[in-house]
C-alpha cells in the first residue's frame, strides 16, 4: 500500500475553501482533470447516489465512490472503484480551519498498487496550487506566502 | 552562417559499448570514426546516472543540486534555462527528436508539455511567448509504442499491430517488470517481432532527416537526436537477432563466475549493493522491485549483452545514416558533431542488471565525443581528464560562437590536454538522491587525479560513515573498496574536502511528481 500527502496553507476562511473542495461536482475547478461528472440531486444524470466519474486529460475515466462528505468536519473521501489496476484506494482531503482567515487544506491518499499514489502524489500537488491560486488572487498580491511551500510526504505502509 | 550542431544521444549506454573505446562485439564504425576525426573523451562522467536528473543537466548545464531534477519524477521547471533557448535567441532553428524526458513519463493527467505535445499532435509549445525549452520542434519517443510520445502515436495510427510487439515495460502493479523472455528467460529481455524499419531507432533518424529537410541550405540548426535504444527493455528487431549470438560472448570482466568470490566483491562496498543483490533493499523505481539480482545467470548476462549490442549496432547505422544525410545537404564542413549518453548500464558487472546507486564505471563512465566541424580546424584529440555533461550547454554555445551562459556552471569541454587546465576541467562530481516510500539514499561522488571517491549521506540504510574509493589505474574493474583503509585516509578526506568545496549548495527538493 502507498500512502502520499499533501498539504498547503491558503490565506482564506476554511468555510470559503470548504465551498469548492466540498463540492464533489467542482472537482475540475480546481484538479487537473477534464471533466467530472456526479450524481444529481434532481436525478438529471443517469449516475447512482454517491458515485462520481472523473475524467483526465489522456482520455481515461475513473469510477468513483463517495465515501465520506462531511460538512461539520470538512472532510471528503472517495474510493476509486471497478477498475483493472486499483486493488484499493482511499482519498482523503481535509479542510481544516487555522484562524478566521487562513486553513490548511490536507489531500492523502493511500492506494494499492502502490506507484499509482505517486501518481495521484503528483495531481493532487497541482490541485492544491490551483486552489492556492484561486483564493490567494482575490486577495492583495503582497501576500506573505507561496503556494512553492506546497508540503509533501510519502511512505508505504510497513516500512517502517 | 554559422557552425550547424548535431547532438546525439542514446540512453543508458556504457563507455565501453563501442569500438572507439575498446568494444569488441558491437560494431560501430559510424561512431568510432567520429572519434578518430574529433575529441574522444575517456573520462566523461554524467552528472546523475539517471535519466531525468542526467539530461536536466545535458540541457541546463547545471549541476543537479542547482535544477533541482533530484531524481526520475521531478520536472525540470518550465522555466528552467535551456541552452536550445540560448541558440534559438542566436537564429538557430532547434529541434529534439526521439527521447526527452526533462519531465515525468507517467502522467495520465497529462501536466506536463512533453506528453501533451503528443497527445495533442503538436510540436511546439509556448509558455509566456517563448518556446518550451527553446525547442522549435520536439517529436518523442521512448521505448516501445504505450505512452503519450509522437513515436506512439505514428506507430498507432500507422502500424496498430506493432505496438504489442515491444515488451510491456510496466506490469499490472505499474512496476517496472521483471519478466523473463528471449532464450534465457533473462529480465526485459525479448522477442520482438516488429520489422526494423518500424522500430524506434530507425523512426528518430527518419524524423530527424525529415526536420532537417524542413530547414533552408544556409540556417543554422540545433538538432538534438535522442535515441531511447539501448536502455531495456532489450527487445530489438528480431530480425536483427542474427548479428550476435549470446552464446558466442565472454562474460563481463566485472562479473566473478564463482558466486562466493562475486559476494565477497559486493560485500566491501556500502550495504545498499549487496541488499540490492540479495533482493532486500531496492532503492528506485527503475530497477524491477520484484527482480532478485542474484538470480541472474551467465546466460542470462550473455543474452542481454548480445541485445544490446544489437541495439547498438542499429543506431550506429542510423548515425551514418544521419550523417549522410548532412553531408548531402551540403553541411558537412559546418556540423560539428557531439555524441553522448545520459548514463551506463550495470550490464551483470557484479552480477547487477539495470541502474541505481551505484556510482561505478558501469554506470558513470560515459561515451562523449566531440567532432568539431572540419571548416573550424581543430585537430583530433583523445582527452583523459575528467569532464562531465554539465559542460555541453557551454560548448555548444561556444560553437555557436556565444560567450559561456551565465545560468551554466562549467566551462567548455576542452580540446586539447592543454585546455584541460585553463578551462578548470580537474574533477567531475555525480549525485545521488532517491526516495521511494521511505527508502533513502543519498550519494556524492568526486572523480580526480585518477581516483573516484563516493561519500554515502545519511539515509534509510547508510548512517554517513559508509562510502568507496577505488584506484582507477591499479583497480579498473572498481572491485577493491579502499574507504576504510587508513593508508588512503588522508587522500579520501582530501577529495571529499574537494568535492564539498566544489558542488553548489543544493536547492529545496521540489516534490517528486510521478515514478518516473
Known sequence: MGTVRRHIFIDAPADKVWELVGDPSRLDDWFPITGCEVARDDGSTDLP???????????????????????????????????????????????????????????????????????????????????????????????????????????????? | MGRKILF?????????????????????????????????????????????????TMVTGQHVATHGVWMNG????????????????A??????????????????????????????????????????????HMESASHGATGSFHYAQWILHNHPEAAAMYYRVLDMELQVSA????ET??????????????????????????????????????????????????????????????????????????????EAVLDGKPRHWRMWYDGQFVSNYEAPARWVPSTLTPDQIREVNALTHIENELIDEGVGRLLGHIERRGWGEDTDIVYSTDHGELQGDYGLLFKGPYHVDSL?????????????????????????????????SHIAGLAQPEY???????VSESEVRTLGHERVLTEWDSVLFGKIVRLRTICRDGWIATACLPGTVHDGTEGELYDLANDPLQEFNLWNEPTHAALRSDLLADMWDSLPVSVAHRPVDAPV
Request: net charge negative; proline share 8%; charged share 20%.
Open chain 2, 364 to 396: 558513470m563512465r560515459v561515451p562523449l565525443i566531440w567532432k568539431p566541424a572540419p571548416s573550424a580546424g581543430i585537430a583530433p584529440a583523445v582527452i583523459d581528464a575528467p569532464v562531465g555533461h554539465v559542460s555541453l550547454a557551454s560548448t555548444f
Open chain 2, 74 to 89: 521531478v520536472p525540470l521547471p518550465t522555466d528552467a534555462p535551456s541552452v536550445a533557448t540560448t541558440l534559438k535567441d
Open chain 2, 91 to 136: 537564429g538557430y532553428s532547434t529541434a529534439l527528436i526521439g527521447k526527452a524526458h526533462f519531465e515525468p513519463f507517467l502522467d495520465p493527467f497529462l501536466r506536463f508539455t512533453e506528453n501533451r505535445l503528443a497527445a495533442t499532435g503538436t510540436f511546439q509549445e509556448l509558455h509566456d511567448g517563448r518556446l518550451h525549452r527553446g525547442f522549435d
Open chain 2, 8 to 56: 546525439i544521444t542514446t540512453d543508458q549506454q556504457r563507455f565501453d559499448a563501442l569500438g572507439c573505446n575498446g568494444g569488441l562485439v558491437a560494431r560501430t564504425p559510424n561512431i568510432d570514426r567520429l572519434a578518430a576525426d574529433g575529441i574522444n573523451y575517456r573520462r566523461a562522467h554524467p552528472q546523475s546516472v539517471v535519466c531525468m536528473p542526467s539530461r536536466s
Open chain 2, 185 to 262: 528467460f533473462a529480465p526485459q529481455a525479448h522477442d520482438n517481432p516488429i520489422p526494423r524499419e518500424w522500430y524506434h531507432t530507425d523512426w528518430v533518424v527518419d524524423r530527424a532527416i525529415a526536420w532537417l529537410d524542413t530547414l533552408s541550405p544556409d540556417a543554422d540548426w540545433f538538432c538534438w537526436v535522442s535515441f531511447p535504444d539501448p536502455h531495456h527493455p532489450w527487445d530489438p528487431p528480431s530480425s536483427e537477432r542474427h548479428r550476435v549470438d549470446w552464446r558466442d560472448l565472454d562474460l563481463p570482466d566485472a562479473y566473478r563466475v564463482d558466486a562466493a568470490s562475486r
Open chain 1, 49 to 160: 447516489p454517491n458515485q462520481r466519474w472523473i475524467t483526465l486529460a489522456s482520455g481515461l475515466r475513473f469510477e468513483e465512490r463517495i465515501v465520506t462528505l462531511d460538512h461539520d468536519l470538512r472532510r471528503f473521501q472517495y474510493s476509486i472503484i471497478n477498475n483493472p489496476i486499483v486493488k484499493s484506494h482511499l482519498g482523503t482531503v481535509d479542510v481544516i480551519a487555522d484562524g478566521d482567515n487562513r486553513c490548511l487544506v490536507m489531500y492523502s491518499t493511500d492506494l494499492e498498487p502502490e506507484v499509482m499514489a505517486l501518481v495521484i502524489a503528483g495531481a493532487a500537488g497541482e490541485g492544491l496550487r490551483r486552489l492556492w491560486d484561486l483564493f490567494n488572487n482575490e486577495r492583495s498580491a503582497d501576500t506573505a506566502s507561496t503556494a512553492e511551500n506546497i508540503g509533501t510526504t510519502s511512505s508505504r505502509m510497513g516500512d517502517h
Open chain 2, 179 to 182: 519478466a523473463g523472455g528471449g
Open chain 2, 408 to 414: 551554466t556552471q562549467a566551462s567548455r569541454l576542452p
